[in-house]
């Protein structure tokens, strides 16, 4: 069995509030010197076989991901 990994994150001109409020909320807890925040999701996929990467994207495309605000990156976990 194989674990297929999507990656999807917010393409970097549309703003991510929650990036911001973690961003804001750092320096609270004492934390210094991250400049950036971005949040993302993560999809793992549990494949029989050899997965078919195209197929994956393919998924990623109409169902993961919205391609109009998001990227994402496909790829096989060992």
Same mark, same amino acid.
């Given at each position: 069995? &194989?674990? !297929? ?5 917010? =393409?970097?001109?549309? $703003? @991510?509030?929650? +990036?911001?409020?973690? *961003? %804001? ?6 934390? &210094?010197? !991250? ?5 993302? =999701?993560?999809?793992? $996929? @549990?494949?029989? +076989?050899?997965?078919? *990467? %195209? ?24």
């Amino acid at each position: 069995m &194989a674990r !297929v990994v999507v990656d999807v994150m917010l =393409k970097p001109e549309i $703003l @991510d509030p929650q +990036g911001a409020a973690v *961003l %804001a909320a750092l320096p609270r807890l004492g934390v &210094a010197g !991250v400049t950036g925040v971005r949040q993302g =999701k993560r999809f793992e $996929l @549990d494949v029989e +076989g050899e997965p078919d *990467l %195209a197929t994956v994207q393919d998924l990623a495309d109409r169902l993961l991901a919205n391609p109009v605000i998001e990227d994402y990156t496909v790829r096989v976990e060992s």
